[in-house]
Every structure is written in C-alpha cells, then in structure tokens.
C-alpha cells in the first residue's frame, strides 16, 4: 500500500490527527504546503485533513480542484473541528455542501473529528471573527437551532483532539471497510 497523509494546520490539532494516522499506516504526512497535486500521482491512497473554518475544510481544493487528475485512487478526507459530532445536518449537509458541491464523491470517504480551540492562542483576525460571529448570531431575533449552536461553539476553549478517533479512518486506509 502506497499511502500519504497531507494536512493543513494553523493551530495543530489537524497535524496531531495526520501524525497519529500516519504512525498507523507506517507512511509520511506531510504539510500541503510541501505539496503539489502532480506529487500526489505516485500514491494509491491519498490522506487529506483540514480544520474547519466556516464550514470550509481548509486548503481541501487541493484535492476537490483535482479529482479528474486523481481518479482511481483511494481518497479519504478528514476534517477537525469544534463542532460536537452528533450535529449531522452541520457535517452531512453544511460541510459537504460547502466543499463538495458538484463534485462527484462517490470515491471519497469522509470524516470527522473533534479538534481544538484554545481563545488565548488564537490569532488576532481570528479573534475578531469570532467575536463578531457571536455578536451577530446573539442578535437573531429567532435564531435557528443552527444559529443558537454557532452561539455557544464561540466560547468553546479547549482541546479535544483524541488519538482514538481515528481507528474507523485507519481500518479503510488499510483496506478494512467499517
Ligand atoms: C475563525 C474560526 C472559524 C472556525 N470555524 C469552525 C467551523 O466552521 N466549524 C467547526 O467545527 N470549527 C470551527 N473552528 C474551530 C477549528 O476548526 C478548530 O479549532 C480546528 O481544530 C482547528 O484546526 P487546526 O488546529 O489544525 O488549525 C473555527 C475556528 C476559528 C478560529
């Protein structure tokens, strides 16, 4: 099996996530920044991880952009977040939406794991648009369950990454459907 991991990471939790699968699959993962799609065309299977911000998997066009250069192979994604796994409308529908719209997805398996948000690191603009985020959504006469959700999610502080997640991921890399 000729496998690699990419992630994209500004605060760590979705390295932490690349390093551990990587570790099990006995492969190297590696910072997208150090990639290009025409280095990805000597790997049967393809890792990608990105944190979510916005709903957006980050630098994940990598792969979306490119999915008539990358047919054939084994494509898994994974995303880290604050969201709590249980919101599938947020996952299923928001996420993949966002991200995968029009793309055809049959070839690829996603998944999802909780990732960390620590307020004090955060980066300045970061901050910013969190607190505008839920200045605004704390606004919303009615606000949707969805909007009351992203509410609460602003002051989230914490580091929930978990070596566990990933066993389900790791068990389809090696060609062991769950
Ligand atoms: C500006 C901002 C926007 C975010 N948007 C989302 C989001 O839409 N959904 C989510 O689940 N988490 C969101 N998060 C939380 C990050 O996805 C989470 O902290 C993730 O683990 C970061 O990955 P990284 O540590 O690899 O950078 C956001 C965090 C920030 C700072």
């Known amino acids: 099996m000729n496998t690699i991991v990419i992630y994209k990471s500004k605060y760590g939790s979705t390295k932490a996530y690349g390093e551990w699968i990587a570790e099990e699959l006995s492969c190297d993962a590696v910072d997208v920044k150090s990639v290009k799609v025409e280095d990805l065309l000597a790997y049967d299977t393809i890792i990608y991880g990105g944190g979510l911000y916005a709903e957006n998997i980050a630098g994940v066009t990598l792969i979306t952009k490119n999915l008539d250069k990358l047919k054939g192979k084994k494509i898994i994604i994974y995303t880290t977040g604050i969201t709590p796994l249980d919101c599938r409308d947020y996952y299923d ?23 960390k948000m620590i307020l004090s690191e955060l980066s300045f603009p970061h901050r910013t648009a969190i607190k505008t985020l839920k200045k605004i959504m704390s606004e919303k006469e009615n606000p949707t369950n ?11 502080d914490g580091d929930f990454t978990d070596k566990n997640a ?8 090696k060609g062991k459907s769950y």
């Open 93 to 115: 529908k928001l996420v993949m939406e966002k991200n995968f719209k029009g793309k055809d997805v049959t070839n690829i398996r996603v998944y999802h794991f909780l990732g």
């Open 146 to 156: 969805m909007e009351q959700l992203l509410v609460e999610l602003c002051d989230v």
């Open 166 to 173: 990933i066993f389900d991921l790791v068990e389809y890399a």
